[in-house]
């Protein structure tokens, strides 16, 4: 019985989508034949029989480019419209070829192009609005279990609340797979009417010879990568001897990408000096009016690759700060303890507030650009004793030259508290790094700095 529950709201959801297409398929045709320069046509929505073709044409390009599985492939409009567009073209030369003397009405296939994208590509829209009017009421929604470890449960939880279209009737840590719990466990997603279920890849890792019990219960089974999210967003599915196999693509920021993106560093870094030296020199001057110590502060940062660097700053706060800190530790806003950040530091002077709000004290990294220490944009530069706690995912953030600022700062700057959302805004922007994406958080830094928030 599930096994027949699971398999017919599939089936449903297919004939559906198929029966919709047909129906404009057929009313794009006939709207192509009335309006066009009338032609010997072999094919002619008077006689459904002859009209069978141009239906196997369209629709098995639509079927062949998937938009008829489930998920975001059926509302990918952009696909919708290349694959209407491909399957038009099939039909012209099928045409010309079949009546190779005979005059072919260009216009009727012009018409028909139009007709076809916009009715179909309009049906499948009303019909996705109209369904997440009617998720949004409660409706239409798949009964879903999961099963995650405890650390787990929250984003996998978020993961499966954003899709908008599943109710969460259970959730299940990883024992209830184990041999002596499985049996109450399948019994438990038959009784509750469940046809999907999610499954943390930490769950399943060890189990996959589950997945055909899953199968044979007619259940569909969802494998989430809570915690790989972002390395997962830059990988490409594919088949290798007809078994699944992900490709990872390394990070764009590399050969001839890494010198232009250098290039534009030094220029800019290099004008921003000779333009701010004024600015430069009075806060100078004001640091040695405002506190005693050094104008200058110099900390050892890890960079690329992993290789240590003292970055420039102009100093905010008094002289043996770094040994007060062990006694501010318990204080740290950061829930995963890994970077310190605390809005009242006590260390800071009155100059290094202000400072700090207005991000000036990063200029001197000015210099660290030129000596190709550091980037204008990138992942912020973090002291050794965040780097101790890293876990071994987070290290991929030093495979890119660290950056003055990025999009962890144009994000919520010390607003973010997680610091895996700090690697999440990381990995993207390596992911999809482009000299325009480099400009775009530039202007956007200076948005945040003339707004000051976020900074302290």
Known sequence: MQLRKGTNIRELRVLSLFSLDALAIYLAWYFAQSLSTPWSIFWTTDNPVSFLPILGIELGVLASGGFYQSGESRRNYAGLVRALSIANVLLLLTAYF????????????????????????????????????????????????????????????????????YNLV????????????????????????????FITWSVIKDRLFLCWQFQAAGIVLHVIPVGLEALFQACQFWSIGKLPALSFSP?????KDFWIKRSFDICVAGLLLMLL???????????????????????????????????????????????????LEAQNEMKDGILFKLKDDPRITRLGSFLRRTSLDELPQLINVLLGEMSLVGPRPLPMRDVEKFSENHFVRHEVLPGITGLWQVSGRSTITNFEEVIRLDLTYIQNWTLLLDLEILLKTLKVIFRRTGAY
Request: charged share 20%; with cysteine.
């Open 170 to 197: 259970s959730i299940l840590d990883a024992r209830s797979l184990d041999v002596n719990l499985r049996y109450e466990t399948f019994k438990s997603i038959q009784d509750k009417g469940v046809a999907e279920v």
């Open 98 to 165: 079949y009546q190779p003397s005979q005059f072919i009405s260009r216009s009727h296939f012009l018409f028909f192009w139009c007709f076809s994208i916009v009715l179909v590509v309009g049906a499948r829209f009303c019909i996705d609005q109209g369904l997440i009017m009617l998720r949004q009421r409660g409706l239409i929604r798949y009964s879903v279990m999961l099963i995650a470890e405890p650390q787990e449960l929250d984003p996998a939880r978020q993961m499966i609340s954003r899709e908008d279209r």
């Open 251 to 255: 990070p764009t920021i590399t050969g």
């Open 277 to 327: 030296f004024p600015l430069n020199l009075l806060i100078a001057l004001l640091i040695k009016l405002d506190s005693p110590g050094a104008i200058l502060y110099r900390q050892v940062r890890i960079g690329l690759h992993g290789k240590t660097f003292k970055v420039w700053k102009f100093r905010t706060m008094v002289e043996n700060a770094e040994q007060f800190q062990t006694r």
